[in-house]
């Protein structure tokens, strides 16, 4: 099971040199927690210290619960011990290497999704030092798609093949980006969307969206924002199945891509429905409760049912839950019956929509 990383920094050195440049560099940091050799204890007197005895052993508890790391060590000692532990770079913590006199911060791992190129730049400021960034688009000065996505807050899909993308960028290539929504200039890095056209774009394209898109040939890299609540009604005992056939149902009506689901929203008293927490276990989303005092107190017009207002009280609730739930979206299928569920999706508002 993924363990939920904490969005602190984890500073590790292993000797005296290096324990004092990271004992300044967490007082600097002000979100770091200190690893150091028990050996050291003696010499150290800061709070959000921790003292080790196995090398390894603490590497891959720091490696598996924080968002970033800093070894003030050789770049080969860092290398070596984390080999093992790599497995993908939509997951891996951000890795940043300094020498015991701050002179290099080494942006080492997850450069632009992870973070690590901007960590070394905040350290070389904070310790008047030189970060050194090898990712091939800062190199030569140009927009990251790895960084449009994090900016974004997107999904990248298929994620192995964003290294082509950046690639092509690099070498001067021409690469379309397209969206069904106008996104702030301020938030595309550098990038431009291109213009709207009739027919399908050519050659290499960057879709951001959260719909399915039909294509062949040419690549395609997808950019999938979460921002799609599906409000969902049943009946008593209904079964995990079948809230899950419904929902994709409902996302298939109007082609949408269940990896833009952001969550399940239902009215309060069908919170501990079983199939309703299966669901949304296996969709791997939340389930948002949404009560029938903030169903009436809607302004908004919605699907209403007379059978349902005298069963719980409020005329409906898949549509409501999820306007709601959306922080009051637009309804974009609205509510379907399919078998004993019901089903609406509602699309959030993205803050970089312009």
């Known amino acids: 099971m993924a363990i939920e990383k904490k969005n602190r920094v984890a500073v590790l050195a292993l000797t005296g040199g290096g324990a004092r440049l990271a004992q300044k560099l967490v007082c600097l940091l002000e979100d770091a927690d200190l690893y150091l050799p028990e050996r050291l204890s003696s010499d150290v007197d800061l709070s959000h210290t921790a003292f080790y005895r196995k090398w390894q052993a603490v590497v891959k508890m720091i490696f598996r619960q924080y968002s970033q790391l800093i070894f003030i060590m050789a ?89 082509l993308f950046n690639r092509l960028l690099v070498e001067g290539e021409p690469v379309q980006i397209v969206s069904p929504w106008a996104v702030k200039p301020e938030v595309m890095q550098g990038l431009t969307l291109s213009q709207p056209d009739n027919n399908r774009p050519k050659g290499p394209v960057v879709h951001i969206t959260n719909h399915l898109v039909q294509h062949k040939g040419e690549p395609r890299l997808m950019l999938r924002p979460k921002n799609l609540v599906a409000g969902v009604g049943c009946r008593k005992g209904v079964s995990g199945e079948q809230i899950v056939t419904a929902v994709k149902g409902a996302f ?101 929509w312009d």
């Open 252 to 352: 298939r009506l109007a082609d949408y891509s269940l990896l833009s689901l952001k969550s399940l929203a239902t009215v309060d008293l069908k919170m501990q429905e079983p199939g309703l927490l299966q669901a949304a276990s296996y969709f791997r989303v939340p389930l948002i409760e949404v009560t029938r005092e903030q169903i009436k107190n809607l302004s908004v017009q919605y699907t209403q049912s007379d059978f349902v207002k005298e069963q719980i009280g409020v005329g409906g609730v898949c549509e409501p839950a999820a306007i709601t739930a959306s922080g009051m979206g637009q309804i974009k299928v609205p509510k379907q019956k399919i078998g004993p569920v019901t089903v609406a999706i509602a699309e959030a508002k993205l803050w970089w």
């Open 75 to 163: 770049t080969g000692i860092v290398v070596r011990t984390l080999a093992p532990l790599l497995q993908s770079k939509r997951t891996d913590p951000a890795v940043v290497v300094l020498d015991e006199k701050g002179q290099h911060a080494i942006s080492l791992l997850s450069g632009h999704l992870g973070g690590a190129n901007v960590l070394a730049q905040r350290i070389a400021v904070l310790i008047g030092g030189t970060a050194v960034i090898t990712t091939a688009t800062d190199v030569v000065g140009v927009p990251s798609l790895d960084v449009l996505a994090k900016a974004l807050d997107c999904g990248v899909y298929p994620c192995q093949r964003i290294k």
